[in-house]
């Protein structure tokens, strides 16, 4: 009998409209914990970082601007309830979970009352935690869902309609063409790799075929910047690179 057990990989990938990461910082004392919940929020595609007491953990918000916060409640420095008074400073609407080892109904109405978004109490599921995790982030505004519209610059493309434009000029792609695209799109101004876009495009080892990347790669350009200026970049050594138009 299949498994019921929930897995990160079955929800549907987050990114900001312009395919950017959803970035995430975790702050808990306990290394162990903070990396494994990091971990967890990596599998999601998130970017994940890390703080262990008050003062770090207000200094890598300000540094990293996260879409989401996941907070110890007990910390080193200063308390948990003070890191979010004071990150609500500079970043008023962002999402906060606690997480914590006082789950007394009073911890949970405090915690809740100072401005926390959601609470989990330790020990904890991971799976819990990242679903719930995964609910604020979509909840926030600052996401589009695997299927939405993805936005680079001038650049649009529609995952439902398969639309691509560009300074809305429509776009006519093969379907190789069109998934190379999204890729891309989904990991605008990050270098990634000929063997990622294989793993994630073609979905299988083409022995080495790398050049087949290089081909598609050479498509894509001539039709997306036939009237407009450079938008994927090869960054050499690395792979390549998509962005707006400077």
Do not use: C
Not at 29 to 44: I, K, N, Q, W, Y
Not at 113 to 121: L, P, Q, S, T
Not at 190 to 195: A, G, I, L, N, P
């Amino acid at each position: 009998m299949p498994s019921s057990r929930f897995s990160p990989t079955q929800l549907p990938r987050l990114t900001h409209p312009d395919g950017t990461a959803i970035k995430v910082l975790v702050v808990d004392d306990e290394p162990s914990l903070a990396e494994l919940v990091s971990m967890g929020t990596r599998m999601l595609g998130w970017e994940a970082s890390v703080a262990h007491d008050g003062p770090s953990a207000v200094e890598a918000a300000r540094k990293s601007t996260p879409d989401v916060l996941v907070l110890d409640w007990m910390l080193p420095g200063f308390e948990g309830p003070e890191v979010l008074r004071k990150v609500r400073t500079f970043l008023p609407e962002v999402p906060v979970l606690f997480l914590t080892a006082k789950d007394a109904v009073e911890d949970r109405i405090e915690g809740l009352g100072i401005g926390a978004d959601d609470y989990v109490a330790k020990p904890f599921s991971l799976e819990e935690v990242l679903l719930r995790l995964h609910k604020l982030v979509e909840r926030s505004g600052a996401t589009a869902a695997d299927g939405a519209e993805l936005v680079v610059g001038d650049l649009v493309l529609n995952s439902d309609s398969h639309d691509v434009t560009r300074a809305g000029a429509p776009i006519n792609l093969t379907a190789t063409e069109f998934e190379l695209l999204s890729y891309l799109m989904v990991n605008a101004r990050r270098v990634v790799s000929k063997t990622q876009i294989l793993d994630n495009v073609w979905h299988y080892d083409f022995g080495g075929q790398a050049n087949i990347v290089e081909l598609y790669i050479s498509y894509l350009r001539k039709k997306i910047e036939a009237d407009g200026p450079a938008m994927i970049h090869t960054v050499r050594g690395a792979g390549y690179m998509l962005k707006p138009a400077s």
